[in-house]
């Protein structure tokens, strides 16, 4: 069955058609999100703040409107993320290349460094998976790769969520979106490792105690002690699967395995449907700000200039749909040959083509980025949308209703 999307286009003429306080809202508006707040209720609005030294994150002014729209419905907002991989700064000390997202304290010092503070979102920030990325709720899922999921343990204080994904690409998924904001942003800091890496977990037991002693002085719920032989113990009721005494592990006493790229990406769409499936799909609205469009993650240093035109936001209640709409207008645009994609060699710079499958990606073998010079075709951003749909998150077909506030005005 088709899904409905709404797009509403990032051209404007004057304010009365502003992308960020117009068309944010009225694209919530058009899937049903008015009808259903109720006075009182909390509503979060889950975003990225992008990591340190990225410029292409969505602009806070887009997220203050979306806040300030639950509140005239009567509703709370709340705005959110969630830590990133890795051991907080505040409990190593060390600066690694995680630095900057691993904990609330220092992923909100980046967010304000970004524009996102209480006050210029006239609601409170705060990390779904609390404040060192350890809360979580175990939720057991039927997947593909995944029978259980790491999911965001503060998400259950929330009646409605809103998830405002800034659109672009990534190197391993294929393509960022609603489906990433999902399987990554709204698990804890042990589901993301588990969606990169699978659920790989050993420790070689063997090992000298000297070769724990970084971890065992990490783990923050004291899941790690010395037995009475001298060797390591792991007490599983304790651990929280946050993964900090990996990313500290110096001596490869800890590995958590690795995955491929198509891995990757199924178990990231098996997280999505662990989230969704514990959290309610009748309680998530989906807005894709198809904006800023590079081919890097917002989570990220770098940022690209993007390779095609703004194209708007588009919202819907279905997130394969929602994603696959994006997909299809970035490939029914324009390339910007002054992007990566004018350094690619072997490709058809004429539109339409399908961008994404000549984005720069993983390498396969070394896992290494390759900014593909070459323009080899890779199609994992079609691997995502089917797992997405085989696995009953929703739709890769659906009907495109155009919004058109000029219209609207008249009515
Ligand atoms: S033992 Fe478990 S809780 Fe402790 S740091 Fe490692 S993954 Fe986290």
């Given at each position: 069955?088709?899904?409905?999307?709404?797009?509403?286009?990032?051209?404007?003429?004057?304010?009365?058609?502003?992308?960020?306080?117009?068309?944010?809202?009225?694209?919530?508006?058009?899937?049903?999100?008015?009808?259903?707040?109720?006075?009182?209720?909390?509503?979060?609005?889950?975003?990225?703040?992008?990591?340190?030294?990225?410029?292409?994150?969505?602009?806070?002014?887009?997220?203050?409107?979306?806040?300030?729209?639950?509140?005239?419905?009567?509703?709370?907002?709340?705005?959110?993320?969630?830590?990133?991989?890795?051991?907080?700064?505040?409990?190593?000390?060390?600066?690694?290349?995680?630095?900057?997202?691993?904990?609330?304290?220092?992923?909100?010092?980046?967010?304000?460094?970004?524009?996102?503070?209480?006050?210029?979102?006239?609601?409170?920030?705060?990390?779904?998976?609390?404040?060192?990325?350890?809360?979580?709720?175990?939720?057991?899922?039927?997947?593909?790769?995944?029978?259980?999921?790491?999911?965001?343990?503060?998400?259950?204080?929330?009646?409605?969520?809103?998830?405002?994904?800034?659109?672009?690409?990534?190197?391993g998924a294929g393509f960022g979106g609603a489906l990433k904001n999902l399987g990554i942003g709204c698990?804890?800091?042990?589901?993301?490792?588990?969606?990169?890496?699978?659920?790989?977990?050993?420790?070689?037991?063997?090992?000298?105690?000297?070769?724990?002693?970084?971890?065992?002085?990490?783990?923050?719920?004291?899941?790690?002690?010395?037995?009475?032989?001298?060797?390591?113990?792991?007490?599983?009721?304790?651990?929280?699967?946050?993964?900090?005494?990996?990313?500290?592990?110096?001596?490869?006493?800890?590995?958590?395995?690795?995955?491929?790229?198509?891995?990757?990406?199924?178990?990231?769409?098996?997280?999505?449907?662990?989230?969704?499936?514990?959290?309610?799909?009748?309680?998530?609205?989906?807005?894709?700000?198809?904006?800023?469009?590079?081919?890097?993650?917002?989570?990220?240093?770098?940022?690209?200039?993007?390779?095609?035109?703004?194209?708007?936001?588009?919202?819907?209640?279905?997130?394969?749909?929602?994603?696959?709409?994006?997909?299809?207008?970035?490939?029914?645009?324009?390339?910007?040959?002054?992007?990566?994609?004018?350094?690619?060699?072997?490709?058809?710079?004429?539109?339409?083509?399908?961008?994404?499958?000549?984005t720069p990606r993983f390498d396969p073998e070394t896992h290494e980025l390759d900014l593909n010079s070459?323009?080899?075709?890779?199609?994992?951003?079609?691997?995502?949308?089917?797992?997405?749909?085989?696995?009953?998150?929703?739709?890769?077909?659906?009907?495109?209703?155009?919004?058109?506030?000029?219209?609207?005005?008249?009515?």
């Open positions: 069955m088709k899904s409905d999307v709404y797009y509403f286009t990032a051209r404007t003429n004057n304010h009365e058609e502003s992308l960020s306080k117009v068309k944010g809202p009225l694209a919530l508006e058009n899937i049903g999100f008015n009808s259903k707040v109720n006075n009182g209720d909390k509503v979060v609005i889950k975003t990225h703040f992008g990591a340190l030294e990225n410029v292409r994150y969505l602009r806070p002014c887009y997220i203050r409107f979306l806040c300030d729209h639950v509140k005239t419905l009567g509703g709370v907002p709340y705005v959110a993320e969630s830590c990133g991989w890795g051991a907080p700064e505040e409990i190593t000390g060390i600066h690694t290349e995680y630095s900057g997202r691993a904990g609330e304290e220092e992923y909100l010092e980046v967010a304000k460094m970004h524009g996102f503070t209480e006050d210029t979102m006239g609601a409170k920030l705060l990390m779904l998976d609390g404040r060192v990325g350890i809360n979580n709720i175990k939720h057991s899922i039927n997947g593909k790769r995944f029978n259980e999921v790491l999911v965001a343990g503060r998400l259950k204080e929330f009646d409605h969520m809103v998830l405002a994904t800034h659109f672009k690409g990534h190197a698990v804890s800091k042990g589901g993301k490792v588990q969606a990169h890496m699978g659920k790989k977990f050993e420790f070689d037991f063997n090992a000298p105690i000297s070769d724990y002693e970084t971890c065992l002085k990490i783990c923050p719920t004291n899941a790690l002690r010395e037995g009475p032989d001298g060797k390591l113990i792991r007490d599983e009721k304790k651990c929280r699967y946050c993964y900090m005494c990996k990313s500290v592990c110096k001596n490869n006493v800890i590995d958590t395995g690795s995955s491929t790229q198509e891995e990757f990406i199924i178990q990231m769409v098996d997280n999505a449907a662990g989230v969704v499936d514990y959290y309610g799909k009748n309680k998530i609205y989906y807005l894709n700000y198809v904006i800023d469009v590079t081919w890097q993650c917002d989570c990220t240093g770098g940022s690209d200039v993007p390779f095609v035109s703004d194209i708007g936001i588009l919202s819907s209640l279905d997130p394969v749909a929602v994603d696959q709409s994006a997909v299809d207008l970035i490939h029914l645009s324009f390339m910007n040959p002054h992007s990566i994609l004018g350094d690619i060699g072997n490709i058809s710079k004429e539109k339409p083509n399908e961008w994404f499958s000549y070459n323009g080899k075709e890779s199609k994992h951003w079609e691997v995502q949308l089917r797992a997405a749909e085989d696995i009953g998150l929703g739709s890769r077909d659906y009907n495109l209703i155009e919004v058109n506030i000029e219209s609207k005005k008249k009515n």
